[in-house]
Every structure is written in C-alpha cells, then in structure tokens.
T-cell receptor
Framework: GAVVSQHPSWVICKSGTSVKIECRSL??????MFWYRQFPKQSLMLMAT?????????EQGVEKDKFLINHASLTLSTLTVTSAHPEDSSFYIC?????????????FGPGTRLTVT | KQEVTQIPAALSVPEGENLVLNCSFT??????LQWFRQDPGKGLTSLLL?????REQTSGRLNASLDKSSGRSTLYIAASQPGDSATYLC???????????FGKGTKLTVNP
C-alpha cells in the first residue's frame, strides 16, 4: 500500500516551453501533497505544499507564477513548469500524506527528471 | 528554523560490516523523524519512521534510534551488503508542520 506515482519519469523540453508533471496516490487519498526539487548532489528542498481544493502554499523564493500547482482531486496533484529555462533542470519529487492514517508519514514518488535545453 | 546535519557525508565499508549513520537536528520539538533511502536517479524509499514518543524502530537489519532531547538520531545497519549501497537521508518536520526538512544525506558504498 501507500504507492505514489509520477508521470513522466523524465522529460526533455526546449527553453521557453511549459512542462506538466503529475503526481498520483494510487491506493490512498491524499488531502496534502508536497513538491520537492533536488539538484545534483544536493538534498531535497520543499517547493510547495498542495492541498486538495485550495491554493498551494509556496516556500520562500519559489515563484508561484512559474511553478503552477493544481490539486484537483484527492489522488492527483500537478506541477507545471511554465516558460522553462535551463536553470529549471532538476529532479522533481512529490510526496503525499495518507489522510486515512493518523501517522504523519509521507510517501514519495519516484521522481521526474526535467532537462531544459 | 530547523536544520538537519548528517555525518559522515560518505562512507565506504567492506561487506558484512556493521555501521552507524548519524543525523542531528536543531529544533527538538519534532513529532517524528524519518529515514529514507535514495538510489541514484531514483525517488525516496521510506525505511523507518520514529514517533517522538518512541526511542527506536527496527526493520530487518535496520535499527533507528531517536534522542529528541539531544537532537540526534542514528541508523544502524547490521551485516551490510552491496545492495545497501545508496544515499541515506533523514528528515524531520519544520516546527509543528508537515513540511519536511532533509539532511544532505550519507552516501554509503558497501564493497563486495
């Protein structure tokens, strides 16, 4: 149980285009999902917290107009990188919290490797 | 602001050795601590979650301890195997929120 998937697993796009990444909880409902970014040899940095049916909460320094987050259902959150630039190239990982469990444990997806050329 | 430090940054051991990874955090007001494993280019696999009321958790050859008052946790790996080679991350919540703060990880290499 507690499986989180991401799609696509990797994507290459041209500078100036937009890319959408999906995060799905497969066997549980997630009222809250989190989006992280990881640069090479660095740890994960939280970008934003996504709540079902409401606006996402962004961390300081993260541009909300550039990284659009939509949490349309209890099992799906999407991150759209708009007008991507090479410096947006990174590993993006989502996590989800199971609303049915009292334990505050987050389950992580396999990540999406974004390369902007 | 919560800060997490992991020592050592890298560790190389021969197969069969027991080893300890260290994690320290600055704000001891946490409700849990998680240890994760990350293989190169992959996502995170949750290994152990310790609630603040617990002192340790065990899963197979892994044992994680938590000392909230001193802001420390250790991950003990018994009888290490080459398949244990990965980066191990610890994470704690930021304040009383669900936001996780990660350490930079310990890259473990177990040599056959």
């Amino acid at each position: 149980g507690a499986v989180v998937s991401q799609h696509p697993s990797w994507v290459i796009c041209k500078s100036g285009t937009s890319v959408k990444i999906e995060c799905r909880s497969l066997d549980f409902q997630a009222t809250t999902m989190f989006w992280y970014r990881q640069f090479p040899k660095q740890s994960l940095m939280l970008m934003a917290t996504s709540n079902e049916g409401s606006k996402a909460t962004y961390e300081q320094g993260v541009e909300k107009d550039k990284f659009l987050i939509n949490h349309a259902s209890l099992t799906l959150s999407t991150l759209t990188v708009t007008s991507a630039h090479p410096e947006d190239s990174s590993f993006y990982i989502c996590s989800a919290r199971d609303r049915g469990r009292g334990v505050h444990e987050q389950y992580f997806g396999p990540g999406t490797r974004l390369t902007v050329t | 602001k919560q800060e997490v430090t992991q020592i050592p940054a890298a560790l190389s051991v021969p197969e069969g050795e027991n080893l300890v990874l260290n994690c320290s955090f600055t704000d001891s007001a946490i409700y849990n601590l998680q240890w994760f494993r990350q293989d190169p280019g992959k996502g995170l696999t949750s290994l152990l979650l310790i609630q603040s009321s617990q002192r340790e958790q065990t899963s197979g050859r892994l044992n994680a301890s938590l000392d909230k008052s001193s802001g420390r946790s250790t991950l003990y790996i018994a009888a290490s195997q080459p398949g244990d080679s990965a980066t191990y991350l610890c994470a704690v919540p930021q304040g009383g929120s669900e936001k996780l703060v990660f350490g930079k990880g310990t890259k473990l290499t177990v040599n056959p």
